[in-house]
């Protein structure tokens, strides 16, 4: 499988290599019309629902949400996007960049927030994100949702909506796009 | 300990202000927040070390740590303390001893940011040192170019009056050129730098020579004591030749900005009603004043560095 | 004191220089110079240059109400371990020579000194600089160089009585030509640099300005003057044409001043802030130029308290340390024969001293063994906490040199041995 050189590397650098397909285009896209389906289930309708992606991996997936949402109950839902960059808890510990400016142009206050990540792993980056949408209302409830649950949580945290559970180990990296899910390392990383 | 800093432009050159005003967007957006401030850098200690009087600076470095959730240490020094005989070594290491992360230093000597490091690992912020540099002025400034007229590239900026003892002159010179801006300094030679052969700048001492040219023209603040010194025969003089009057500020350019960086003596370097002509943008710097401190203070204390992290969003 | 023998090393003096053994008498005095002598106590000096002792005609060495900056003893060790035999101290406001009985006392107190201390008076009253001191009674306590920037230089008709009325006790007055006129906040060259850093500059005519008024007033009354610490080409320029229309004129230029230039103080550390200002290196290298005119080598040797330079550079005091740095600095940034460094570190120095008949000059039997043992290829680099002088903050800290001193008699008397200074019992 080929080596991905991504434009944006995590800090330690090094080329993604990928080992093994876990999705393909076919498989995200069946996923997030399921989870559509199961967030109009869960919630019994939409008029309290508002999607929020976090920068980066969730931004698109909750874009695709919403579109999902619209073609099934004809229904517009509100999309947000989070960067939760100054609401972690390793700044200063490594380096903690934003990505893209947070966009939530609406109160949360009794609303029913469903946070959008790609992969769900240590819980961190979601209680970070949790504390973040605190500083945009009281929600009425908030829930999770992931294209990918790789295990290896450090705070209990569960998902409400999975697109797949993928047992991984903690040294690999999933990369999640519209063409699929690959699962693999990093190379030639800077030690 | 941190080889980061902000002292002067220098330390940051162009990517490190490509970084900072990067980080301001994300700021300005938390400033629209109902809570308009973030746990980024809870833990962190910043100390305000101002020799000179700044209540504005003063207050924007000290809400822009709040709003980090940093705590911050006011250390309001008279000249008083210096001739007590503390050495600036003794003050730095007793500041460094109570264990701060970053030290916010305004001083009426020029260079003292650049000596801070021998006596502490703290970051260290210039916030003015004597005539010298003010790089956070001149990050906010460059911020609000941006915002109101896209990007600094190919903009002619003329810096008009006091540029001798002008510390944001002096800043913002480096900024605007490092953005790719052009810079013409305007002035009587009075209040010229003796020598600004390697500036790479323009000067002039005809001020309606560059109005219609200029994207922004950027009024110095008068100090009011000059006239004393014959550094001009007097305000008024100062006023008819290097004032932005209303009929000079007719002249500008269409699309074209006039900024101050404060106080403004109403009157003198821009007649009484030019903040709230609608080329001024001078609201804009004070409100970009505290989101650009809060860029440079996670900049040094939370960022690390400018390298982008992004990508595999594995979490 | 026992005869001593130095033995092996090259004798350099206005003779020029030859391969001979130094024999030291038990009375302090050069017996004989030659090939072969045998002494009872014997100083291997091999490869290296014996010459008289250096002369300094600018140090400050605290005083009886300043003993923090310097003292007589930690000022004179610093200049022994410079190879100095002599030095003139330079008086500091407030501490002022201006009446017979202080400079008395600063004539006894010079007596603790490890090499011979020359006591300068002050030509001006300390408590009104427009008032000519009592020159005939403190010249008759034994003084004979006057420090004289007293008067403002728009006080041109004190200035010039002074001069006058000095004429009459054959003394020496004594010009620092750094008054504030043009630059009254101004605490570096005024240049490039100055403006980049936004720091109020001291423009090289304010010096030239004033040497140039001060040689016209020595022309027209014909006094003894000596300015010290020239540093612009023009300055000196001026004073040679003032010479060369017969003025009684000499001056100075400082081992700082050819070897540090402005540049340094991008670094803001007030260690660089010394007055006259460190010049542009276009300066430098003129003024190196001129440098077989210029008539000594001046340490300016202004020591103050360590803390004092951990200030902002505008808060800091001016000055640095010299005394031990001036051979080095010379032979590293000069490029002069080393017969024309002792001219102007020991010969001609002492001439203008009027200490000529026991330091500088020849090395001749019957003459005072006032000498310094240098290697002039040595080099080193200055660390300012190893100095003997009580200040540690030097401008010269970290800087490469060529030539360093191993060994100063005073009078016969081994004060340094090996770069180290002798316990003296004090």
Known sequence: MADLERPNTPLDGGVFHARSEIMNADGVRRALWRMSHEILEQNRGLSELVLVGLEVGGVHLAQKLAENLLEIEKQKVPVGTLDVAFYRDDIGIRQVTPSNPTDMPFDLTSRIVVLVDDVLFTGRTIRAAMDAIVDFGRPAAVQLAVMIDRGHRELPIRPDYVGKNVPTRRDELVDVTENGVLLGVMKDAKP | ?315 | ?426
């Open chain 3, 1 to 426: 004191m026992s005869e001593l023998l130095l033995q092996g090393g090259r004798v350099l003096d206005k003779a020029g220089d030859r391969l001979a053994d130094v024999l030291i008498d038990d009375e302090g005095r050069i017996a004989e110079i030659g090939k072969g002598l045998k002494g009872k106590e014997t100083l291997d000096v091999q490869g290296k240059i014996v010459s008289s002792g250096f002369v300094d005609l600018n140090a400050y060495l605290g005083g009886p109400e300043d003993q923090l900056s310097e003292t007589i003893i930690s000022g004179t060790e610093s200049a022994v371990k410079g190879g100095y035999t002599a030095v003139v101290a330079i008086s500091r406001n407030p501490v002022v020579a201006d009446n017979a009985s202080s400079v008395k006392a600063l004539i006894e107190l010079s007596e603790e000194a490890l090499c011979e201390t020359i006591v300068s008076g002050s030509a001006t009253l300390h408590n009104d600089a427009g008032t000519m001191s009592p020159l005939g009674e403190i010249s008759d306590a034994g003084v004979k160089l006057f420090s004289a920037s007293g008067p403002p230089l728009t006080d041109f008709e004190t200035t010039r009585r002074i001069m006058e009325y000095s004429q009459k006790y054959d003394i020496t007055l004594l010009y620092s030509c750094s008054n504030s006129y043009l630059s009254p906040k101004g605490v570096m060259n005024e240049g490039a640099v100055s403006s980049q850093l936004g720091i109020p500059g001291i423009p090289a005519v304010a010096e030239e300005i004033e040497v140039f008024q001060l040689s016209q007033l020595a022309l027209l009354t014909g006094a003894n003057l000596h300015f010290q610490q020239i540093s612009t080409a023009k300055s000196i320029e001026i004073i040679n044409e003032a010479k060369s229309n017969g003025a009684s004129i000499t001056c100075e230029v400082s081992p700082h001043h050819i070897s540090l230039d402005e540049s340094f103080i991008t670094s803001f550390d007030a260690r660089y802030k010394v007055l006259p200002p460190l010049r542009s290196k276009q300066e430098i290298a003129s003024v190196k130029e001129l440098i077989t005119s210029v008539d000594a080598i001046a340490t300016g040797h202004s020591p103050c308290q360590d803390h004092l330079k951990q200030q902002a550079f505008a808060d800091a005091p001016f000055g640095t340390t010299g005394l031990e740095a001036a051979l080095g600095a010379s032979i590293m940034h000069l490029d002069i024969p080393l017969k024309e460094i002792l001219r102007l570190m020991s010969w001609s120095p002492a001439e203008i001293a009027g200490i000529a008949e026991t330091h500088g000059g020849d090395l001749v039997p019957g003459r005072p063994a006032n000498l310094a043992v240098f290697d002039p290829e040595a080099t080193w680099v200055v660390k300012g906490d190893q100095a003997a002088s009580k200040c540690s903050v030097t401008a010269f800290e970290d800087i490469e040199l060529k030539g360093l001193v191993s060994h100063t008699l005073v009078n016969g008397k081994l004060v340094v041995i090996d770069g180290v200074v002798q316990d003296h019992g004090r």
């Open chain 2, 1 to 315: 300990m941190t080889e980061n800093h902000i002292r002067g432009i220098d330390d940051l050159g162009k990517s490190g202000i490509e970084e900072i005003l990067a980080l301001s967007d994300h700021f300005h957006e938390v400033s629209t927040r109902r809570i308009p401030k973030v746990p980024a850098l809870r833990g962190k200690t910043i100390a305000l070390l101002f020799y000179e009087d700044s209540t504005r600076t003063r207050l924007s470095f000290e809400t822009a740590s709040k709003r980090l959730s940093a705590d911050s240490l006011n250390f309001s020094i008279g000249s008083s303390s210096v001739k007590k005989g503390e050495s600036l070594r003794d003050t730095i290491e007793t500041i460094s001893a109570m264990g701060v992360d970053a030290i916010v230093v305004r001083h009426g000597s020029a260079g003292v940011p650049w000596m801070l490091p021998r006596w502490t690992d703290a970051a260290v912020i210039n916030a003015g040192d004597g005539s010298h540099e003010h790089p956070t002025q001149a990050l906010l400034d460059c911020y609000t170019i941006r915002k109101n007229l896209g990007e600094l590239n190919g903009k002619r900026i003329a810096i008009v009056g006091d540029i001798k003892h002008s510390r944001v002159a002096r800043s913002n010179v480096k900024a605007f050129l490092a953005l790719g801006a052009s810079v013409t300094l305007v002035g009587p030679k009075t209040l010229m730098p003796f020598n600004t052969d390697d500036w790479g700048v323009e000067t002039t001492d005809q001020f309606d020579s560059v109005i219609g040219d200029s994207d922004v023209l950027y009024m110095l603040r008068m100090q009011l004591e000059r006239q004393q010194k014959s550094f001009v025969p007097s305000l008024r003089e100062y006023a008819k030749e290097y004032g932005l009057s209303d009929s000079r500020a007719q002249s500008m350019k269409p699309e074209s900005l006039i900024m101050h960086p404060g106080p403004m003596n109403r009157g003198v370097e821009v007649s009484s009603n030019i903040k709230e002509h609608p080329k001024s943008v001078v609201n804009n710097q004070v409100a970009n004043g505290v989101i650009i401190r809060m860029s440079a203070l996670y900049y040094l204390l939370g960022a690390g560095s400018i390298t982008k992290l992004e990508g595999f969003n594995d979490e």
